[in-house]
């Protein structure tokens, strides 16, 4: 059982950036691919990122590419998202998610662990 700790949301201006952390519980994270994914109000839960198990690779969604870079150190077992250029339309509720499959790891239903979420809210 692999446990997710999502942290650094809280409310910044559009224009503004943040940083978001993923803590793991898992000794063997490196073996795990992780993601990124949101849930705005009143929508689905949609794909940000995502990076390879050892950082070599990853993929972003349209919305946020060029703004938002994913990276990982797996000698912290923690995932990054840093977040640049926020605009009101990325406000949601942020979860990460773990892995253990050879997916390519771009929808929900790649993934088997996830966090409880961390609030991004961005202020016109």
């Known amino acids: 059982q692999v446990q997710l700790v999502e942290s650094g949301g809280r409310l910044v201006q559009a224009g503004g950036s943040l940083r978001l952390s993923c803590a793991a519980s898992?000794?063997?994270?490196?073996?795990?691919?992780m993601g990124w994914f949101r849930r705005a109000p009143g929508k689905e839960r949609e794909f940000v990122a995502t990076?390879?198990?050892?950082?070599?690779?990853?993929d972003y969604a349209g919305s946020v590419k060029g703004r938002f870079t994913v990276v990982r150190d797996n000698a912290k077992n923690t995932m990054y998202l840093q977040m640049n250029s926020l605009k009101p339309e990325d406000t949601a509720v942020y979860y990460c998610?773990?892995?253990?499959?050879?997916?390519?790891?771009?929808?929900?239903?790649?993934?088997?662990?996830w966090g409880r979420g961390t609030q991004v809210t961005v202020s016109s």
């Open positions: 998610a773990a892995s253990y499959s050879a997916l390519a790891g771009l929808t929900v239903y790649d993934y088997r662990y």
């Open positions: 898992e000794r063997t994270f490196s073996s795990y691919r």
């Open positions: 990076i390879s198990g050892t950082g070599g690779s990853s």
